[in-house]
């Protein structure tokens, strides 16, 4: 499975984006997904995680509220809907697919099998 991130970019403090993450060379139906991110000098970073059907989804504590994560199955892609950026939500974005069947959301880097190239999002003050 190859996972494509795009939907980056610069915005202001305050503003919105939304990431997309396509799936090719497989699907992605069966598999709960996340999002990391990794800012300079620091560690990837959990950010949100969907059940392989879009009916279960967990945040980290710094993006709950503001970020929402969804997926459609049919088009084989995930979403994260950032609002109300901030300059410390700067990063590179990757998204991951967990396709072993769990009981809980996977939030460790690694439980995820397969990793996009990542998108760089980066919020102005």
């Known amino acids: 499975v190859q996972l494509v991130e795009s939907g980056g970019g610069l915005v202001q403090a305050g503003g919105s984006l939304r990431l997309s993450c396509a799936a090719s060379?497989?699907?992605?139906?069966?598999?709960?997904m996340g999002w990391f991110r990794q800012a300079p000098g620091k560690e990837r970073e959990f950010v949100a995680a969907i059940t392989y059907s879009g009916s279960q989804t967990y945040y980290a504590d710094s993006v709950k509220g503001r970020f929402t994560m969804f997926r459609d199955n049919a088009k084989n892609t995930v979403y994260l809907q950032m609002n109300s950026l901030k300059p410390e939500d700067t990063a590179v974005y990757y998204c991951?697919?967990?396709?072993?069947?769990?009981?809980?959301?996977?939030?460790?880097?690694?439980?995820?099998?397969?990793w996009g190239q990542g998108t760089q999002v980066t919020v102005s003050s």
């Open positions: 060379g497989g699907r992605i139906s069966n598999s709960a």
């Open positions: 991951a697919a967990d396709t072993y069947q769990r009981v809980r959301l996977p939030i460790r880097k690694d439980e995820y099998d397969y």
